[in-house]
């Protein structure tokens, strides 16, 4: 089993048509983005421009949620609306335009991966999965097989478990969670 905790001060920015993204992971390592051949990924992006386009390409789940600012989207024509710290889910083939300023987290799973869970909470998780990451919403503990992980703001921990062994998590404060 790794664990690292990636800090958000440690973490490239690139510049996209709407603003800028930070990307915290990609899976495996050597993948890129722009050729759209990894298993996951998690990012974090300012949207800096009103309105935007989300990026759209085939065979990826995506999880958004804001982290800074209210999100007020059309998708697929329907007008859609998520306060600071809403989960939603959505298809990358999805037509989405933003009509909202702020910061946000992405998480972009490969149609392959099936069964994941993606949770904002403090509930503590008991599980094998074979990746697990912690995305910190406001500084904080994260306490994985009794070591204990502090965490600021925006920093992720990702797990991964290759050997599917017993991971036992416990977190003090609300954090993005997704397992796998």
């Known amino acids: 089993m790794t664990i690292e905790l990636i800090k958000k001060e440690e973490i490239i920015t690139s510049v996209w048509s709407g603003g800028k993204t930070n990307e915290y992971v990609i899976y495996p390592r050597d993948t890129q983005y722009v050729d759209k051949d990894f298993i996951f990924r998690i990012s974090s992006a300012t949207i800096e421009a009103v309105p935007s386009e989300f990026t759209r390409f085939n065979g990826y789940r995506r999880y958004l949620s804001m982290l800074e600012g209210d999100l007020k989207l059309y998708r697929q024509g329907k007008e859609e609306y ?66 204990c992980y502090s965490m600021q703001q925006y920093d992720c921990l990702l797990i991964i478990n290759e050997e599917s062994d017993d991971i036992s998590l416990t977190l003090d404060q609300k954090a993005i969670i997704g397992y796998w």
């Open 82 to 147: 998520y306060t600071t710290h809403t989960l939603f889910s959505f298809g990358s083939e999805e037509d989405i335009t933003s009509y909202s300023l702020g910061k946000d987290f992405n998480l972009m799973l490969h149609q392959s991966i099936k069964d994941e869970v993606v949770q904002i909470s403090s509930d503590g998780v008991n599980t094998n999965a074979v990746y697990l990451f912690i995305f910190a919403l406001v500084d904080s503990i994260a306490v994985v097989n009794d070591v």
